[in-house]
């Protein structure tokens, strides 16, 4: 059974840094692309950051200088370093792995609060 496990959430003021990290138990973590996703309360989930096989990223415009995302296969964990936090990121964060096949599972979730 495939888990995503998310740790390093918390509560952080307005211009602080987290770093989240999911450990991933896929038998060949290599071949997923491996994603950051949040939702707010009475948002829609958005996509936050994702990092393909070849490490290529891809970032929302809102968080874009300020969070990065990085993966390291040997350990299969993935992290979303977040810097310069503001309100509005608070969120739960989801940490996402997906197959080319189509096939993707998804972390239980860590919550994110940045107060002002």
């Known amino acids: 059974q495939v888990q995503l496990v998310e740790s390093g959430g918390g509560l952080v003021q307005a211009g602080g840094s987290l770093r989240l990290s999911c450990a991933a138990s896929?038998?060949?973590?290599?071949?997923?692309?491996m994603g950051w996703f949040r939702q707010a309360p009475g948002k829609q989930r958005e996509l936050v950051a994702l990092?393909?096989?070849?490490?290529?990223?891809n970032y929302a415009d809102s968080v874009k200088g300020r969070f990065t995302i990085s993966r390291d296969n040997a350990k299969k964990t993935v992290a979303l370093q977040m810097n310069a936090l503001k309100p509005e990121d608070t969120a739960v964060y989801y940490c996402?792995?997906?197959?080319?096949?189509?096939?993707?599972?998804w972390g239980q979730g860590t919550q994110v609060t940045v107060s002002s």
């Open positions: 996402h792995a997906e197959h080319y096949s189509g096939s993707y599972y």
């Open positions: 896929l038998s060949i973590f290599s071949i997923y692309t």
């Open positions: 990092i393909t096989t070849g490490s290529r990223t």
